[in-house]
Structures are given as C-alpha cells and as structure tokens.
C-alpha cells in the first residue's frame, strides 16, 4: 500500500521510550464529540454519515468535509463554543498524571485541527500540561474574508488524516515500544489494527460504537472501556511487567 504523502509535519517519534500513549480525541478523551454542539448539521446526520464509513459507501475524508461545510459559524466562535462547552472523560487528568509520573509518553492523534484540540486542551487541563502533549491532526485555513476550511494532513487518503501513519513508524525502530491506542469511531479504523493494545471507547448506546463493530468485524482484537479510570490499572500493569498483553486480550470481544 502506498504511504499517503503528509502535508503536516511529525513530530518527533518517542524512540527511547519503552512505552507510547497514542489516543483518539473526541469521543475518546473528551466525553462528546465536537461537532455535536449544534454546528453545522449536527449528531444525527453524522450518525448517518458515520454508518455509511463503517460500511464503506462513504470516506472519512468526504464525510467529514461535508460535515465540516455545513457550518456557518466562524472559527473564532466555533472554538469559544467549545472551550465553553466541551468535558473531559472523568478518568483523563489522573490517566495523564500517571503517564507523566512514569515517563509514558502520551500523543493525540486526531481528525480534527490542532488549533481547536489545542484551545480546548488548554481550557480542559491547563496551560503547562496542554503544552506538553503532541497533537498530530489536521489542521484549518482561515481566508481573509473569515471563510475557514479544514487542510488535510493526507488529502490524498480516504481518511484525509491516517492515523496509522503515526504508529507505523515506531515498528521501524530498533527497539520498538509498546503501543497502546485509545479510539472510538470510524476516523481510528485505519489505526486500530497496528497497536499492540486497542482500547475501544464503548460508553454509548447500542449500535452507536463504530470502532467497535469494525473491530469485531475486522477480528482486531480489542479491550472495551467506559473512561479511562477503567483503562489505568490494565495499562499500569503492562508498564510494571504484572500482566502480559497476550493475556489482557483473552478479555477481548473477538
């Protein structure tokens, strides 16, 4: 498979690092996903968009722009709208402390833009912490006339953002680490396969958690999880050489 050609830098990989954090943003560290707060078309047209991804009739990429087109408000604005409104999953501060207290590196991978993850970020955990956390997502131009459109890290990709492309290149290490992915909807598909522990955000309703059904569908192994004071003690665990992957994943859906 051709690598989609990035237009976005890396930052830099984690090589010395035994252990990597990479997770998913909406959804997953925060409780809802940004573009449910009454922008654009909101939660059931992209309900429905989501359903088409999950079964291919549709790309990530496509969708989301369409989705992203359909809001009128400006940039500005959209982020004050979220820093006012956004909340973060119950169990992420102290997720974040723990990796802090022991090296762990913790990395954003996202579909949306940096500087909106950036600001919400910020107003969610504070200026110091917000500044130490890569963000690795797409990001926004904002035409003179105040007009803004999402840039695509991969345009070229049906994902217009690979998340893969962010794991992959700690398996060229000499020494790989071992990686553990955080994601909950159709934007991690493409990632979910290459991590070495996939936790599977499932704190919706029935039929609504799309990694989830790729997963089973797709047999990836996975590890269910409502927030991420549930995921804390298995990924402490693996850190400290008390549990094995192979056996957290006998847990595992499929």
Request: aromatic share 10%.
């Amino acid at each position: 498979m051709d690598v989609p050609k990035s237009m976005l830098p890396y930052p830099p990989l984690h090589a010395n690092s035994p252990f990597v954090v990479l997770s998913d943003w909406d959804g997953t560290i925060t409780t809802l996903d940004s573009n449910d707060y009454n922008l654009g078309f909101g939660l059931q047209k992209r309900r429905a968009m989501n359903l088409e991804v999950l079964s291919g009739r549709m790309t990530f990429r496509d969708a989301f722009r369409e989705m992203l087109e359909s809001i009128n408000t400006p940039f500005p604005e959209c982020v004050e709208i979220l820093k006012k409104n956004m909340t973060i999953d119950p169990g992420f501060k102290a997720f974040y402390a723990w990796c802090k207290e022991n090296n762990v590196p913790f990395v954003i991978i996202s579909s949306g833009m940096e500087p909106l993850i950036r600001a919400v970020l910020t107003n969610l955990i504070g200026e110091t912490d917000a500044k130490e956390i890569d963000i690795i997502s797409n990001t926004v131009k904002i035409e003179e006339n105040g007009k803004w459109n999402i840039q695509y890290r991969h345009p070229e990709s049906g994902y217009g953002h690979d998340k893969s492309q962010a794991i992959i290149p700690y398996r060229a290490l000499p020494q790989k680490p071992t990686l553990f992915f955080f994601g909950d909807g159709v934007s991690d598909m493409s990632a979910a396969i290459h991590a070495d522990l996939l936790f599977v955000k499932n704190d919706k309703p029935e039929g609504q958690n799309d990694l989830a059904a790729y997963c089973i569908k797709e047999k990836i192994k996975h590890i269910l999880f409502k927030d991420f004071t549930q995921a804390l003690p298995i990924v402490s665990a693996v850190v400290r050489g008390e549990e094995t992957i192979p056996d957290i994943l006998k847990a595992s859906p499929v």
